[in-house]
Structure formats: structure tokens, C-alpha cells
């Protein structure tokens, strides 16, 4: 999910791995009180064209004015809408030129891509990719649904989030720290382990190294269960929340132990009766909403578990 340095050898790995990271708590730069429930919003001129229109669109979360496009799809009434929560690093909005847009828009169904504070047109610093800037980062996703819910065309009872990869993280912290009833939340290789869970996973398995350590995908979960998790934990939130959610993950996925976190989310829903849908596609590795996706499907799957939440509600 961002890069990290390859470890070297086991038991070298192990001494290493139990390091143990810091969670989400406050600090001068990331203050755990970071909300953005009322965001003072301004929607500008709508550009119509041929198959969709679409709107400029900022908002102000936690002293930062943040910048997006609301893409619209061509038809009478109020429309439901996904807002898109990027992975980790700096990221710009998604553009109509990517493929996940069209889908949703030509399925009726509007789409809120915005440039992570401190990149592209949102001011702020940009976070550094990892979970020093959780409670801004939510912060600012909470704020842009918010946001997005104020649009004329939009019918905000039908509004959630889409997500990707370190939105596993953000997501559920959004959703929990929300005023609003956000209607659903749909997330791609969202990680349900802890930051250090995660972070020891993707060096174990070489991520980001040219050639990757010879470590079985076995041996790397016996590895990691050995370790004390540590650092921010998605769980306890994920607990917590009460709307419909889906997750999807590659088996393959090098970047965190997918099948871990599956599991607990099927634990979740079994014995608690959540209202969650987990899929896992067995040769598919972290990246289901890259282009090209590590596996075709992933959005396919995502947009129709949408489209029959927003017709049900």
C-alpha cells in the first residue's frame, strides 16, 4: 500500500516484524477530533454532455478547502451516489476517462472522486500513506459525503462510500464518527488487520522488492500470527457499524493477509448478524481496482451488490 523496505531473512523478518506501530490516536497534525458533519459546500456550473454531466464541487474540512467532480448521470430525478475514498499516498481525483467511473454513471448512479488533501486542487498537507493522518483522512471522506448529500440532483438517502485498499482503514472510522447514516459501504482490497498486521505481511512477501522473499504464503501467515498486532485495528469499528457493507479481495493479495481479515469478516456476520458480503477471488492479488484490475470481476461484483442496495432502499 505504499513503499516499505524489503526485510531480509527469517528470523531477521521476525525480530524486525515486532516492531510495533502506533495507532490512530491524536496528534498536533492528525487531532482525533477532526469531523467534518457540516461542510460548508459550493456546487459550480454543470457541464452537460453527451452521455453524463458534471460538476465542480469543494468543500472545507478541518482548515482545508477540498476539490472534486461529481459526475452525473443523464436522467430526471434525484440519482444515488457513490463517494470514492482513494488508497494511500497521494491521489488526485478520478476522472471520466477511467473506466469505473462510466460504469457507474451509465448505471444510473452518481459518482464523487475528490484530490486528497494536499494534492492536486485540495489544500492541506497530504498524508504520508499511512495512519498518521487517519482521523483527517476520514474526516475529510465523512465531509465529502456530506457534501455530496447537499447536491440537487443527488437523492441523499442513497448516498455511500467505494473504496479502495487503505480505505479499509479510513472507511469504517468515516462511518463511525458520522452524524449521517451513510447507505452502504463497498470496499476492494480493504484491509480488516491491524496497520501492523498489514505492514508486516506486504514485507514479508516482498511487495515491494524486485525479487521477493522464497516465504510460502503459509509460512508468512505462521510468521505473522506469531506477532502481537499492534497499531491501528479496523475491527472494533467495523463492529460497530450498522449499515450494509461489502468487501472484496484477491487470495494472492501480497500487500495484507486477506484471508484473515475475510474470515473475521465472516465471523462478523455470522455471529452478529451483520449485513455484510465478503468475496474473495482465488488468483487475484491486491490492485481489484487498478486498470487493468488483478481480476476483472471485482468491479462488476461491486457495482451490482450497489445497484441492488440503492433499488432496496
Known sequence: MGARPGLRLVPAMLAVAMVALTGCGSSVNDPESARCNAPPVSFGHKVVLVDHAEVEVHFRCVGALLAGTLFLPRRAGRVPAVVYVHGSGEAERWRWDVPWVKQFVRAGIAFFSYDKRGVGESQGTCCPGDQSHFNLVAADA????????KGPEIDRARVGFLGTSQAGWVVPLAVVRSQHRVAFTALADGPAVTTHEEQQWSQLAGE???????LTKAKRA???????????????????MTVPGIWVYGRQDRSQPSEKGAAT?????????????????????????????TDPRAMPTLLAWIQKRVRSS
Open 222 to 240: 505462521d510468521i505473522t500470527r506469531q506477532l502481537h498486532p499492534s497499531g491501528f485495528d479496523p475491527v472494533p469499528l467495523v463492529e460497530r
Open 208 to 214: 515491494d522488492a524486485a525479487n521477493p522473499p522464497p
Open 265 to 293: 469478516l465472516e465471523r462478523l456476520r455470522k455471529t452478529e448478524g451483520k449485513d455484510f458480503t465478503i468475496v474473495v477471488f482465488p488468483h487475484a492479488d491486491h490492485g481489484l481496482l487498478d486498470v487493468p484490475p
Open 142 to 149: 465523512d465531509g465529502a459525503v456530506n457534501a455530496v448529500r
